[in-house]
C-alpha cells in the first residue's frame, strides 16, 4: 500500500512502475503522452466535422433523401460529440489545476479520449457511408463504410490488443 503524499509504500520504498518514477512524475509523464495523442486525434475530428458543417450550405443538399438527411444529422452529431470528448481534457486541466489531483486528471481525461475516439471513428464511418450513399447510389455502400468501421476496429483496438496480449505471454 502506498501512502498518497509520497508514494512510496509502507516499508519506505516506491511501487515498481517499470520506471524510476515517483506516482507525480508518472502522472506527469501520461498526462504529456497523451496531450500528444490528442492532438493527433483533436486535428482529425475538427477538420471533419468543420467539412460536415459546410455539406448543408451546398446546393445539392436540398436533394438529398430523407434519409439521408437523417444519416447526414447523426453524423454531424457524432463528430461534434467527437469533438466534445477529444477537447475535454482542456476543461478538466482548467479545473483541476492546482487541486493536486494529476494522476486523477490523468485517468480521467484518458477514458474521455477514449470514448472520444470510438466517436470519431463512428463519425468516419457514417461519413463514408453518406459520401458513397450519395455519389453512387449503390447498395454496397453499407458494406464499404461497414468494412472501414471494422478497420478502425482492428488498427486502434484488436491489434493493439493482440500485442498486449503477446506480450504479457496470455
Not at 447523426?74 to 482548467?94: K, Q
Not at 468494412?147 to 488498427?155: E, H, I, K, Q, R
Amino acid at each position: 500500500m502506498t501512502t498518497p503524499d509520497t508514494g512510496r509504500t509502507a516499508q519506505g520504498h516506491r511501487p515498481r512502475t517499470g520506471r524510476r518514477e515517483s506516482p507525480d512524475e508518472r502522472a506527469d509523464r501520461r498526462w504529456g503522452d497523451l496531450l500528444q495523442e490528442v492532438r493527433v486525434a483533436q486535428t482529425g475530428s475538427q477538420v471533419l466535422f468543420g467539412f460536415l458543417l459546410s455539406v448543408a450550405f451546398m446546393p445539392r443538399f436540398t436533394q438529398l433523401s430523407a434519409f439521408d438527411r437523417g444519416l447526414y444529422v447523426s453524423t454531424v452529431v457524432l463528430g461534434a460529440l467527437a469533438t466534445g470528448a477529444l477537447t475535454a481534457p482542456v476543461a478538466y486541466h482548467r479545473i483541476f489545476a492546482g487541486h493536486l489531483l494529476k494522476p486523477q486528471l490523468v485517468d480521467s481525461a484518458a477514458r474521455l479520449v477514449a470514448i472520444g475516439l470510438i466517436l470519431l471513428a463512428l463519425t468516419i464511418g457514417s461519413a463514408v457511408l453518406l459520401l458513397l450513399r450519395v455519389a453512387t447510389g449503390s447498395a454496397l455502400a453499407g458494406w464499404i463504410a461497414g468494412g472501414v468501421v471494422l478497420w478502425f476496429a482492428t488498427c486502434w483496438l484488436i491489434l493493439p490488443l493482440l500485442k498486449l496480449r503477446r506480450h504479457n505471454g496470455r
